[in-house]
Every structure is written in structure tokens, then in C-alpha cells.
């Protein structure tokens, strides 16, 4: 059993109106230094499988057909270490 | 003509959806998105509305549904499928159009009546409306900016795929794209909702034709091919 | 009773724990000797929510009493979830009107985004299709950060919620003023369409009949949310923020479907939302009603984590969850219904005869309350209140920049076009709407006839403020113009009281003269009140908001055809209908240029009232005339300036009074738009609409704008107070 986090991005040349918006917010409250931001989604879940090349097959069919659309977003994934299952 | 309105739980213009259907005198069903075959169908209705509740993206989830294998094949089988709003936002996720769907760029749900542009009255869906024509649907959306890349619009507009625009483009949208249509002509996506303008009284009565037009699928679909 | 770690009995009186949940020392011995011992910690909970002003209505329960509640069209009036009004042929409309102005002040999107649920569910629960959707909203200024934010967040909670059940959001009204800084209104109002022999009850009879709960997992979601409904906020409810329930409407969407289909079901005994105090109010009620008891299986409530104690369920305020009770043998077919649905559900209990509202875990009994002194015997408190002290009169204002004046009102939010909040709304949905927010009440057809339902929300808390008896005749009257107004017969209204803490005398006063000038006016005006809420302790540290009782009226329109065309148009006349007199206490003209509300007599004859409104209505319907907009906020000019932008049509008005009254809110008044020569009782022709140009002269002042510029101040006002920055 592992635990995968996995994050979706959209794509870099894809409009973030989130991302837009909450770079204007930050420079409201007086942040100049902040900028560019991206906003995405994070996805923890439990896997019952152990072989990496497994997880990765599965991970990446997951995402294509379900998790992440392709057309406009990206996304990478970790396994978390083994404890925190 | 019978049509299957797909029924995805969150959808809530099935039944407008399914008033217009039998409005323009056709016959229409309700369909379960458990079901896996749409082969009693001679055309697919996709509503709008929040299928499951929009969580993870627009249409992610309705796109994995079962009925979706089936919507895939009434299309190869060049049976009429429309897409509306959350229809549109399906019809993309599952491949059947391209591109996709994102937040509005002023980021809020927009709900009013808009004015589009047929711009291409070439299908079996537009038929009967002048080139160029003006009409006035409602639109209501909050990720109905359509995206793609630029090789895919210089690819719709040399293909004519592009149906419908807006006069003036509220959310953001490439080439003010409201409604496209795949290479073959009969699956039709669109943000804006026909099915609520079917009356006067109700604001606007020029989404009538667009029904009327694929209840007569197979005479409109084969003068255009 | 070893599962949970809970303070004993003991605790319980020694540590007066009891204060925290709200309850006084006097309440909590009335609990002891109801129980004949003292209570443990399940039951102290269960009492304080039932006891809160919130469910018990402790504080107002002598002024609702007052209200007319009973008509020739009245099915059924308070008491339920909801108040039923006859339309015909078998058919009802049901409505009602909540507030979440807590929550939402703690948690803006999430605060009105189950404001919606609830009242959906409210509506849902009597068995009744909803068609339509209002709210009514007070914010303080936008010049202000966070009344920007709050309106932010409020907008798109009620949008983010209302557009994905499916529901159209079809009227509302908004208005901001000091008096709301940190403490907003949001108040929501639903109407259903249902049969007459569908008509649900919120009852459990029938021993051994099954307890069905459906909807989403318990969680310890907004536990103590009722009560903390009725107390005031402070810095502290910064630090509540676990109070705030999270709405879910794609599960809300399956549990009204599911809903519908369950009230088709025979076997169906009686059913409740799970609103305010959740488990507890809806198990209770239906009991006391029922005049039985209920024993309920906690281990069986479907939880979202482990060790959630009977207390945390039974105060949970965990969203979209119903309680049904069904015939023994029958529950199997709900639970199939709900599963094919995709819900949670399970029976949990049954109706019982012993009158004890029993609560067991596993083995262990955690609470045993007799049903109906929980319900029945809640504390009633009658105070003294306090009449203020009437204020000097200013009736004259003809010595001041009007035209400033009027440039200042149309870029006002509370008086400019609200586009930028309605257009958030999905307000089609359903494919029956007539007329949407934007301008005056929503009007719905009823699918498949050529009758409609017109709907409206509205209150005048500055007329209130300054005279509560006769300021609170004119938040009625105001509905039933609007109503009017559309062509609508009135037939009944629903109330939410939005008051500061009873406890103060001059809060206490507002209530008690306000609700006596409703109640007249409820009668004159033939709205009897078929359902309610009260929201009361709307304070801050500082002060009280202004007394804001808020009205939702409805209408039946008999035939749309009238509606069919719009027929305003160049060269028809405007007329004003009734006099402007010099009343300017509780006026928007006022509040910008002397920044406080007079105390003094404001005016409103209910009798011309009645007879004036059912003339115009009767003149509308024959198509005698085009248009009527009943004078609100700002007075007649700017009421021609809103009608000017919403059709965008030019005007050019003559009027032989002094410059000021233009700004004048005296009662009764409309502007009507009809042919020219009419003879309308009580009217004057004042000018014609004409051009492109926004003219308007009476004595002593006049202005002449073009009418780009009157729709740009009004068009543009609060897009541009939310995009500034400070």
C-alpha cells in the first residue's frame, strides 16, 4: 500500500483566471513581491501496489482518463513515504 | 425521430431539454447514465446543468460514465448528438469535440440573454437560419470560455466547424466561439441554451428552429452532405 | 455509558455549563423539573437548541401571534415547514422565507450557500416542486474592504448553490447602509409548486413505524449552529468558525429528486428537513406532532468519522439530510429508492406511544425527554420595550445641490442596477421564467398552464427605524405594490424578522410597534402571513442594525397573455400616481445629506392603499396601461432614471411641484407609462417618453442628461466600488 499525491496544474499557456485573481488580491494587501501564481488541485489517495513501474502505469492511465484533462492541464505525482499510509 | 436525453445526476435541463424534444413534435426519453446502449435512439440529447456536482472538472466524471461508450457509437453512427452547456463541457471530455472548456476569464458565473451569431447554416442542425443570422439565447455559465490550441481553431475555421459565436464574447472564449461542430456534422456542442428559448414570453423564441431542424435529421443532414 | 468522555450531571450544574450552550439558570432548572432530575450531557444539548431563540422563538412568539394567518386561499399557515396558498385546479404554491445572516457574516459563501439549501429543503420537504428562488441582501457600504468581500462571497455562495441545484433565482432586492458593516443580511426565500393532495406533513404517528434518515453523513458540522444564531457577535465568532456548515448541492440536487419520488410513495407518514439543530429539531417536531414518541438508534446514523458522540449527532448540523418516517414494513423500499439514487440512508428508529423522545447507542440509553414540554414549553419572554424620542422634522430640502443629489443616488449601489449580482444567478433554469431579477418581482409560469406566479422579496429598514408602527405598514405595502405592479393578485406573504437583541428596550419597542403596523397592514392589504422567521441579536459591539423585517409576497396571475408583449414604447405618457408629499425621515435623500434617520410620523393610508393597488393592477390586466412601478428608495426621479435605463428610452417630464419632492419616499406612489389623456384616479400626466435625452423639470430645479450618462452612473456603480482597492 502506498499513498500517492498527486498535482494538476493546468497548462502554462491555459488562461488561470484563479491565479489572475488572486495575483491582484496579494497585490492589494500590499505583496508586490508575489507574482505568477498558479492555481491547481491536489488529489491524496491509497494505492494497493508496491512495484513503482505498477504505480506509474496506473497513476498516468488514471490521470489521462479521468483525473486531469489533457487538453488543458498537466499533472505530476509523488509516492509519499510508506508510514504515512 | 426519438431522442434520448441523457440524465447524468447534477443535470438540471433535462427536462427543458426534453420539453423542447417534444415541442417540435418529437418523441424523447429519459435516459440513465447507468445505461449502455442508446441503440433504440435516432439521436442524443446531452443537458446541461452540474453532472456530478462539477467536482474535479466540468464533465470529468459524466465522462467516464457507462452511457458514454454509447453516445460515442450513436455519433459514429451518424445519428444527431447536441451538447448544451454542461452537454458542451462533456462532449469535449470524451473526445467527441476538441478543445475544452475553462472558467470564465472574469471568473463569475454570467446568466443573461446573449446574442449570437450563426455563422455557419450549413448542418443539419442550423439549416433553415440565414448565414450570418443574429438569434438571442441565454446563456449561463461559469466555465464556458472555450479553449483550444491555435492549430486546433485554424483547423475548426478551415472546416467550417464553427457554428455559433457571440456578438459580443462575455466569457472569454477563442474566436468568440459559443458552438462547434465535429468534421462529420452531427455533433453539435454549444454553450448557450436553445431549449430556453422557445417562446416569446420568455424572452426569446429563436432557439425553435435549431430543434426544429433535427427532428427533421435526416433530410437537414443529407442536403448538407 | 463508557464510549464517550462527556461531563457528568454534575459538572453539568456545578460548572454551569449550560450557559455556554445559551441557556440561563432559570431555563436550565425549568429542564430539571420537566426531568424530574438533572440532565445529562445530551440532554442539556437538546434542550438548548430547542430553547434557542432560533427554534423556539422565545423572544417573538407575542408578536407573530398577531399576524392574520388564515384566508379563503390559505391551505395551511405556520407550523410547517412552509405556508401552502391555494392557485386552483388543484393546484398550490408553498413558500417561505429564511435568514443564515450568522453563518454568512462568519463564512460568507458557505453562510449563503446553505441558507439556500435549507430553504430548499424546507419547501422540498412539504412535497412541492420548487420554481423559483428570491434573496434579500444587506451589506454596509462597498466603499469598505470587507463589505466587499462579504458581498463577494455571498453572491457567489447563492449563485454557487442555487445555479447547481437547478432552481432559478428569479427577484431579489439589495441595499447597503452603515447599519450593516460586519453584520449583513442574507435571506433567502424558495416557492414550490405542488398538488393539493401531495401536501406533506413534518409528523410521526404510528407505533412501530420506521425512522428513515437519507442524505449526507453526520459530521460535527456547525454543532451549536442554532444557537449560535441567536446570540450576538462579537470578536469571539472569529474563533467559531467550526460552526459553519459546508453545502453540498449535487448531493442536494439527489436528495430533492429522491424527495419527490419518496412523497409518491403511499407508505410515506410524514418528513423533515434537518435544519437548525439537525437531528434533534426534525425527530422532536415530528413526534410532538404526531403526539408520539420517538426512539431513535444512533449507532445507526450514518457518520462521516468515527466516535461521533450521541450528543455531536444529535446538535449536528450536517447539511442536505431529510427525516422520514414511513410504514412499518415499508422501509425497504425507500432505502432502495435512495440507494438507486446514490444516497446514504438507513433506518435509525421507530414512532413509539410512550411520549419520550429516547435516545440509545449500542446498549446505552443517552437521553430520555418527554416530546412535548421539549417542543411546548420552551421559556416565553415578554420585556418592556422603550419608545424613543421623537426627532425635530426636516421637510424641506430645496436649499441643497440637487442635482448633486440625484448624480449621487443612481451611482449609489443601493439604488443603481444590480446586474453585476443578478447575472451571477442562473435565473432560466427551468425554461418558465417571465420576468427576471433586474426590475420589480420574478415571474414564473406554472408549466403546462397559462398561469404564472409573481414573487417578490423587499423591506424598508429605514422607514422602520424611523417610525416602527407605520414603517413596518410600509414594508408590507411595498410587496403588495410590487405584486400589483406586475398584474399579480396577492395571495399571501411569508416574513423574516431581522431585528438587534430584544433584550435592549428600543429594540424591543421596533419589534413591538413594527409587527402591530404588519399585522394592519397583513389585513388591509388581505396578505395573510402563511410561514416565517425571525433572526434576532443581529448586533456588533458597537450597534444594532436597523430593524429589518423582510417580506416575500406572492401573486397568481390568472392568464399570461397581457404579459406577451412588451409595450412600452416612444410617446407614450408618464403619469404619477398619488401626491409627493414632504415626508423625507428613513429617505435615501437623508441619509446622504444629513447622514441620520429622523424619528418622526411617517404616513401611509391602507385603505387608498388597497384601492389604488387593485385599480392599477385591474387597469394593467385589460391593458389599459403599460407599465407600473411603484416609487421606492430615492423617490420619483430616480425611479424615472431606473425605468429610462431598463428600457432605454428617453423621457421628458414636467412636474409643477417644489425641486425636492422629487426626492421624496411618501407611500402609495407610482409612476405609471400609458397612452396619452388617461384618466386615472389619483393621477397626473408629468411628461412623455421621448428621445434620447433624460429631462426632467419641476420647480426650481431641473436636469437634462443624456441618457448614455444616466445609464452609465446606474449601470456602472457597483462593477466600479468592487474593482477599486484601498
Known amino acids: 500500500m502506498k499513498k500517492i499525491e498527486l498535482i494538476i496544474t493546468l497548462q502554462t499557456q491555459v488562461l488561470d483566471t484563479q491565479g489572475e485573481a488572486l495575483d491582484r488580491a496579494v497585490k492589494d494587501i500590499g505583496h508586490d513581491e508575489i507574482s505568477n501564481i498558479r492555481v491547481g488541485k491536489v488529489l491524496y489517495f491509497d494505492i494497493d501496489e508496491t512495484d513503482t513501474d505498477k504505480i506509474d502505469e496506473i497513476v498516468k492511465s488514471m490521470s489521462e482518463r479521468l483525473f486531469a484533462n489533457t487538453v488543458i492541464e498537466t499533472y505530476n505525482y509523488k509516492i509519499l513515504d510508506e508510514e504515512t499510509v | 425521430m426519438k431522442f434520448a436525453v441523457v440524465r447524468f445526476p447534477g443535470s438540471n435541463c433535462d427536462r427543458d431539454l426534453y420539453n423542447a424534444a417534444v415541442k417540435v413534435g418529437a418523441k424523447a426519453e429519459y435516459v440513465d447514465y447507468r445505461e449502455t446502449s442508446l441503440d433504440d435512439f435516432d439521436g442524443v440529447l446531452i443537458p446541461g446543468g452540474f453532472s456530478f456536482g462539477d467536482y474535479l472538472r466540468t464533465g470529468a466524471m459524466a465522462g467516464v460514465a457507462p452511457i458514454t461508450k454509447s453516445i460515442k457509437k450513436a455519433a459514429d453512427e451518424d445519428k444527431p448528438v447536441l451538447g448544451i452547456c454542461n452537454g458542451f463541457q462533456i462532449l469535449t471530455e470524451i473526445g467527441l469535440l476538441p478543445g475544452a472548456l475553462i472558467h470564465n476569464t472574469g471568473h463569475t458565473f454570467i446568466s443573461r440573454n446573449e446574442s449570437l451569431k450563426i455563422v455557419n447554416n450549413n448542418t443539419g442542425f442550423t439549416k433553415n437560419h440565414a448565414e450570418n443570422e443574429d438569434v438571442v439565447y441565454p446563456i449561463a455559465h461559469g466555465e464556458g470560455c472555450y479553449y483550444c490550441t491555435d492549430e486546433t481553431y485554424e483547423e475548426l475555421k478551415d472546416n467550417n466547424q464553427i457554428i455559433l459565436t457571440y456578438n459580443e464574447n462575455p466569457n472569454g472564449s477563442i474566436g468568440d466561439i459559443a458552438g462547434i461542430i465535429n468534421k462529420r456534422g452531427n455533433v453539435l456542442g454549444m454553450m448557450p441554451h436553445p431549449e430556453r428559448a422557445l417562446e416569446a414570453v420568455l424572452g426569446s423564441d429563436d432557439g425553435l428552429r435549431l430543434f426544429e431542424n433535427i427532428k427533421s435529421w435526416e433530410e437537414n443532414h443529407d442536403t448538407v452532405r | 455509558m463508557t464510549q464517550f468522555v462527556e461531563p457528568t450531571e454534575t459538572d453539568i450544574k456545578e460548572q454551569e455549563l449550560y450557559k455556554e450552550m445559551g441557556l440561563t439558570d432559570a431555563e436550565y432548572d425549568k429542564v430539571v423539573s420537566i426531568l424530574g432530575r438533572q440532565p445529562n450531557y445530551t440532554e442539556i444539548g437538546i434542550f438548548s437548541v430547542m430553547w434557542s431563540e432560533h427554534c423556539s422563538y422565545k423572544h417573538s412568539k407575542p408578536f ?282 438507513a433506518v435509525i428508529g421507530e414512532v413509539t406511544d410512550n411520549d419520550r423522545l429516547l435516545l440509545y447507542y449500542e446498549e446505552d440509553l443517552y437521553a430520555d425527554i418527554p416530546v412535548q414540554p421539549l417542543s411546548e414549553e420552551a421559556p416565553v419572554y415578554i420585556l418592556e420595550g422603550q419608545e424613543p424620542k421623537e426627532d425635530a422634522e426636516r421637510g424641506d430640502y430645496s436649499n441643497e445641490d440637487l442635482d448633486a443629489v440625484f448624480k449621487s443616488l443612481i451611482s449609489h449601489p443601493t439604488m443603481a442596477s444590480k446586474d453585476f449580482i443578478f447575472e451571477q444567478y442562473d435565473n432560466q433554469v427551468g425554461a418558465n421564467t417571465i420576468q427576471k431579477s433586474g426590475f420589480g418581482p420574478g415571474i414564473v409560469r406554472v408549466e403546462g398552464t397559462n398561469k404564472a406566479i409573481s414573487m417578490t422579496i423587499d423591506g424598508k429598514s429605514r422607514y422602520v427605524y424611523a417610525d416602527p408602527y407605520n414603517g413596518g405598514k410600509e414594508v408590507v405595502a411595498q410587496a403588495f405594490r410590487n405584486i400589483i405592479a406586475t398584474g399579480a393578485t396577492p395571495l399571501g406573504m411569508t416574513d423574516c424578522l431581522n431585528y438587534g437583541s430584544p433584550e435592549k428596550p428600543e429594540i424591543y419597542n421596533q419589534l413591538d410597534e413594527s409587527t402591530k403596523g404588519m399585522a394592519e397592514a397583513c389585513r388591509a392589504l388581505q396578505t395573510p402571513v402563511v410561514s416565517g422567521n425571525v433572526s434576532l441579536y443581529n448586533e456588533t459591539k458597537t450597534a444594532s442594525i436597523l430593524p429589518t423585517p423582510v417580506i416575500g409576497m406572492v401573486g397568481l396571475i390568472e392568464d399570461i397573455e397581457f404579459l406577451k408583449s412588451d409595450k412600452l414604447s416612444e410617446g407614450d405618457s408618464v403619469y404619477l400616481v398619488g401626491d409627493l408629499k414632504k415626508q423625507f425621515q428613513g429617505s435615501q435623500i437623508e441619509k446622504l445629506i444629513d ?39 430615492g423617490g420619483l426621479i430616480v425611479k424615472l432614471a431606473q425605468l429610462a435605463n431598463h428600457y432605454n428610452l428617453g423621457m421628458d417630464i414636467d412636474i409643477d411641484v417644489r425641486g425636492d419632492l422629487l426626492f421624496s419616499e411618501s407611500a402609495s406612489n407610482y409612476v405609471v407609462v400609458a397612452p396619452g389623456g388617461l384618466n386615472i384616479e389619483g393621477a397626473a400626466e408629468i411628461g412623455k417618453i421621448s428621445g434620447n435625452a433624460f429631462k426632467v423639470s419641476a420647480q426650481n430645479f431641473n436636469v437634462d442628461y443624456d441618457l448614455e450618462e444616466i445609464n452609465a452612473a446606474l449601470k456602472g456603480a457597483i462593477p466600479e466600488c468592487m474593482s477599486s482597492v484601498d
Open chain 3, 64 to 345: 407573530l401571534g398577531q399576524f392574520p394567518t388564515s384566508g379563503e386561499q390559505v391551505l395551511m399557515g405556520p407550523g410547517e415547514g412552509a405556508g401552502v396558498v391555494d392557485i386552483g385546479d388543484n393546484q398550490a404554491v408553498v413558500f417561505k422565507v429564511e435568514s443564515h445572516n450568522h453563518p454568512s457574516a462568519v463564512e460568507p459563501y458557505q453562510g449563503a450557500a446553505t441558507g439556500v439549501g435549507g430553504i430548499v429543503r424546507d419547501i422540498v420537504s412539504m412535497g412541492a416542486q420548487p420554481i423559483g428562488l428570491l434573496n434579500s441582501l444587506r451589506f454596509g457600504e462597498l466603499t469598505n474592504r470587507n463589505n466587499r468581500r462579504l458581498l463577494r462571497g455571498v453572491v457567489s455562495g447563492i449563485g454557487g448553490y442555487g445555479n447547481s441545484i437547478g432552481i432559478p433565482t428569479v427577484s431579489g432586492e439589495v441595499e447597503f447602509d452603515p447599519f450593516y458593516d460586519t453584520n449583513p443580511l442574507v435571506n433567502a426565500m424558495c416557492v414550490g409548486l405542488i398538488d393539493h393532495d401531495k401536501i406533506q406533513k413534518g409528523t410521526a404517528k404510528g407505533v412501530g413505524n420506521k425512522v428513515v434518515y437519507v442524505g449526507l453523513k453526520t459530521g460535527r458540522d456547525g454543532i451549536h449552529g442554532a444557537s449560535f444564531a441567536s446570540e450576538e457577535l462579537s470578536e469571539d465568532s472569529e474563533a467559531k468558525r467550526p460552526s459553519v456548515q459546508i453545502g453540498d448541492p449535487f448531493t442536494g440536487r439527489k436528495l430533492m429528486e429522491a424527495t419527490l419520488k419518496a412523497i409518491d410513495m403511499p407508505e410515506l407518514v410524514g418528513i423533515q428537513d434537518m435544519g437548525a439543530a439537525g437531528l434533534t429539531s426534525s425527530s422532536s417536531e415530528m413526534a410532538a406532532k404526531g403526539d408520539s414518541g420517538i426512539t431513535l438508534y444512533l449507532d445507526k446514523v450514518p457518520t462521516r468519522e468515527d466516535g461521533i458522540s450521541p450528543y455531536e449527532m444529535m446538535l449536528s448540523e450536517t447539511q442536505e439530510r431529510m427525516l422520514l418516517v414511513v410504514e412499518d414494513g415499508s422501509e425497504n423500499k425507500f432505502l432502495d429508492l435512495f440507494d438507486d439514487m446514490e444516497l446514504d440512508s
Open chain 3, 595 to 633: 447622514g441620520e434617520i429622523r424619528k418622526t410620523v411617517r404616513e401611509i393610508d391602507l385603505e387608498l392603499e388597497y384601492k389604488r393597488g387593485i385599480l392599477l393592477k385591474d387597469m394593467f390586466v385589460s391593458g389599459d396601461i403599460h407599465k407600473i412601478a411603484p416609487l421606492g428608495r
